[in-house]
C-alpha cells in the first residue's frame, strides 16, 4: 500500500479498537494492514491459529482461536474479547464481522438448494448469520460505551444467483443484509451504526476458475477489485467520516450490480 493510500493515524487520544473475523487472508487480511496503519488495535477472531507470516506487531497476542461454526465457541470468544478489552476501559469502537463460507461440490462445483445436505446448511448460517449477531449482542455494552460501529460483510451474492457461490452462502448472505437492516434499527438508540458492506469479484486466492468472463461481460471498470479497496470501504464505515451512515449496504463490485 502506497503512503498517500493509508488512513492518516488516530489522533492523540484512547487508542481505538477493531475486533475482526476472518482476517487471516483476502479482505480480513488487508483491512488488518488498513487499521493498524491508522494507529487502531486489531483483535482476531479465527479458528486457525495466529499466522506466523502476519504483519502486524500485536498480531499474536491479539488474536482468539475460537470456531464460529460453534455456539459455545463464540460465545467462549466474546468472554474473552470483553476480558481483553477492560485494559481498554471496556471499549469497541469497532466490529467487523468477514468471516465466511461456502462449501463446494466436487471438482469445487457450486452447491444449488437441491444438493446442499441440511448440515451444510445449519454450518454456513451458523458462520455467516449467526456468529455476527451473537458477537454483536455479546458485546454491546462494549461498542455503545465507544459508540461504535459494526460492519457485516455481504456478498454480491446475496441479492442474484451467482455462478459460483452456493445457495447456502447466497442466502446467509442475503439474511445478513436485512440482520443489518435491523440492527440499525436496534443499536442505533445506543449510538452504534451498523451497515453492511457487499464485495463483488475480489482478486484473492479463492477465485473460482470463470471469474474472467464475469469480469468482461458484467463489470463495468473490467477489472477485479483489490482487497485493499474493501478494506479502506469498511474503514470509511468504522469512522467519523461515515457518521449518520446506518443501515446501509455499500457496493464495492466496479458497478457489477448496476
Not at 188 to 213: F, K, Q, W, Y
Amino acid at each position: 500500500m502506497a503512503p498517500s493510500d493509508r488512513p492518516r493515524p488516530a489522533s492523540a487520544g484512547p487508542r481505538r479498537t477493531l475486533l475482526l473475523t476472518g482476517a487471516s487472508r483476502g479482505i480480513g487480511h488487508a483491512t488488518v494492514q488498513v487499521f493498524s496503519a491508522a494507529g487502531w488495535r486489531v483483535l482476531t477472531v479465527s479458528r486457525q491459529p495466529f499466522p506466523e507470516q502476519c504483519p502486524w506487531e500485536m498480531g499474536p497476542e491479539d488474536h482468539i482461536q475460537a470456531d464460529l461454526a460453534s455456539p459455545e465457541d463464540t460465545l467462549r470468544a466474546v468472554a474473552e474479547v470483553r476480558r481483553r478489552l477492560e485494559p481498554e476501559g471496556g471499549r469497541l469502537e469497532a466490529l467487523v464481522n468477514n468471516a465466511g463460507i461456502s462449501p463446494k461440490g466436487p471438482g469445487g462445483s457450486r452447491l444449488g438448494s437441491i444438493e446442499t445436505t441440511l448440515d451444510d446448511w445449519k454450518w454456513v448460517f451458523q458462520v455467516n448469520f449467526f456468529a455476527p449477531i451473537m458477537l454483536a449482542r455479546g458485546l454491546v455494552e462494549e461498542l455503545t460505551r465507544a459508540r461504535g460501529s459494526v460492519v457485516n460483510v455481504t456478498s454480491i451474492a446475496g441479492s442474484r444467483v451467482h455462478p459460483f457461490a452456493g445457495a447456502a452462502y447466497a442466502t446467509s448472505k442475503a439474511a445478513l443484509m436485512a440482520l443489518t437492516r435491523e440492527m440499525a434499527h436496534d443499536f442505533g438508540p445506543l449510538g452504534v451504526r451498523v451497515n453492511a458492506l457487499s464485495p463483488g469479484e475480489i482478486d484473492t486466492s479463492i477465485l473460482s476458475p470463470g471469474t474472467e468472463r464475469i469480469v468482461q461481460e458484467q463489470i463495468p471498470m473490467r477489472r477485479l477489485g483489490k482487497p485493499a479497496e474493501v478494506a479502506k470501504a469498511i474503514y470509511f464505515l468504522c469512522t467519523e467520516a461515515s457518521s449518520y451512515v446506518n443501515g446501509a449496504e455499500i457496493h464495492v463490485n466496479g458497478g457489477q450490480h448496476v
